[in-house]
């Protein structure tokens, strides 16, 4: 069983910059991928970023160079470093252990509104 803990959503103006944070306690943290998802209200969750447990990423084609992912392992933690958001990034945004795919958190809401 894994508990997903996400936080550092908010308010941001277009053109600035949040850093999402998540903590997944529960599992083996270290020997997953992790996955950053996002969600808007009546619309399908789509997959944002994911880190591996070698520290390689990837990345959906709209974050276009804006968004880094980064893990802790030493805190079962991963990260979204969002800069130069845009209105289409607000969302609910969920982080995703790969040993629990069906396992999420409450989720950290981001809007992008001036």
């Given at each position: 069983?894994v508990h997903i803990v996400e936080s550092g959503g908010g308010l941001?103006?277009?053109?600035?910059?949040?850093?999402?944070?998540?903590?997944?306690?529960?599992?083996?943290?270290?020997?997953?991928?992790?996955?950053?998802?996002?969600?808007?209200?009546?619309?399908?969750?789509?997959?944002?970023?994911?880190?591996?447990?070698?520290?390689?990423?990837?990345?959906?084609?709209?974050?276009?160079?804006?968004?880094?992912?980064?893990?802790?392992?030493?805190?079962?933690?991963?990260?979204?470093?969002?800069?130069?958001?845009?209105?289409?990034?607000?969302?609910?945004?969920?982080?995703?252990?790969?040993?629990f795919p069906d396992s999420w958190g409450q989720g950290t809401r981001?809007?992008?509104?001036?």
């Amino acid at each position: 069983q894994v508990h997903i803990v996400e936080s550092g959503g908010g308010l941001v103006q277009p053109g600035g910059s949040l850093r999402l944070s998540c903590t997944a306690t529960g599992g083996n943290f270290a020997l997953n991928r992790m996955f950053w998802y996002r969600q808007v209200p009546g619309t399908q969750r789509e997959l944002v970023a994911s880190a591996r447990v070698d520290n390689s990423t990837n990345y959906a084609k709209f974050v276009r160079g804006r968004f880094t992912i980064s893990r802790d392992d030493t805190k079962s933690a991963v990260y979204l470093q969002m800069n130069n958001l845009e209105p289409e990034d607000t969302a609910v945004y969920y982080c995703k252990h790969g040993q629990f795919p069906d396992s999420w958190g409450q989720g950290t809401r981001v809007t992008v509104s001036a």
